[in-house]
């Protein structure tokens, strides 16, 4: 059952730029993005506590920004400088207090 709506995936051209949005209902404590390529599997990207005390994995480091407005419950990746090795499936993960929410996906396709 899909409980977050994720949106702003497509394509775009290698050293393009992208933003997903996650919204996600209340009570929402760590939210992450992982991505899942053709034939990998799922991977974290980022993460970002409720504070707002954010990580990102190393391969995307200085390239990919989490962030989130609590008033709005809703997570954002800001992908910059894609390459194609970046095209997956994006998937919104949020941890409630005793569940955790996944959203449907979306699609991210650099070309080069």
């Known amino acids: 059952q899909v409980q977050l709506r994720e949106s702003g995936g497509g394509l775009v051209q290698a050293g393009g730029s992208l933003r997903l949005s996650c919204a996600a209902p209340?009570?929402?404590?760590?939210m992450y993005w992982y991505r899942q390529a053709p034939g990998k599997q799922r991977e974290m990207v980022a993460s970002?506590?409720?504070?707002?005390?954010?990580y990102v994995v190393d391969f995307v480091k200085g390239r990919f920004t989490i962030s989130r407005d609590n008033a709005k419950n809703t997570v954002y990746l800001q992908m910059n400088s894609l390459k194609p090795e970046d095209t997956a499936v994006y998937y919104c993960?949020?941890?409630?207090?005793?569940?955790?929410?996944w959203g449907q996906g979306t699609q991210v396709t650099v070309s080069s």
């Open positions: 209340g009570n929402i404590f760590s």
């Open positions: 970002i506590t409720s504070s707002g005390r954010a």
């Open positions: 993960r949020a941890d409630q207090a005793i569940s955790v929410l």
